[in-house]
C-alpha cells in the first residue's frame, strides 16, 4: 500500500517561497506512473497543479504556475518536490500529493498540507 505524506506547507507573503515535499513509502513505481501536486481552495474545486511521469519524460503545469513552480524528485529518498516561487494570494489552498497509473487515475492521495498566501 503506497503512502503519500506530504509537508513544507505555511504562511508566507506574496512574492515569497515554499517548498512542498511528498515522501512516498509502501510501494514502488513503474515509469508509466504519473505523481502530480493538486490543490483545493476554499469553495473551489480540486485543480491539477503540476506532476510528471515517474520517467521523467512528461512534464507539466498548469498555466498559471508555469515559470513560478517548479518540479523535482530525490529518487533515493522516494521523494517528489514542488518548489514554489513568486506565491500569490491566489495559489492559497490545501496541496494534495498523489500517484496514479496514467493522468486521469490517481489511486493514492496525501493528507494535504495548507499552504496560505497573505497580501
Known amino acids: 500500500q503506497v503512502q503519500l505524506v506530504e509537508s513544507g506547507g505555511g504562511l508566507v507573503q506574496a512574492g515569497g517561497s515554499l517548498r512542498l515535499s511528498c515522501a512516498a513509502s509502501?510501494?514502488?513505481?513503474?515509469?508509466?506512473?504519473?505523481m502530480a501536486w493538486f490543490r483545493q481552495a476554499p469553495g473551489k474545486e480540486r485543480e491539477f497543479v503540476a506532476g510528471?511521469?515517474?520517467?521523467?519524460?512528461?512534464?507539466s503545469y498548469i498555466e498559471s504556475v508555469k515559470g513560478r513552480f517548479t518540479l523535482s524528485r530525490d529518487n533515493v529518498k522516494n521523494t517528489v518536490y514542488l518548489q514554489m516561487n513568486s506565491l500569490k494570494p491566489e495559489d492559497t489552498a490545501v496541496y494534495y500529493c498523489a500517484a496514479g497509473v496514467n493522468w486521469e487515475s490517481y489511486f493514492y492521495w496525501g493528507q494535504g498540507t495548507q499552504v496560505t498566501v497573505s497580501s
Open positions: 509502501g510501494g514502488t513505481f513503474s515509469s508509466r506512473d504519473v
Open positions: 510528471f511521469t515517474w520517467s521523467g519524460t512528461v512534464i
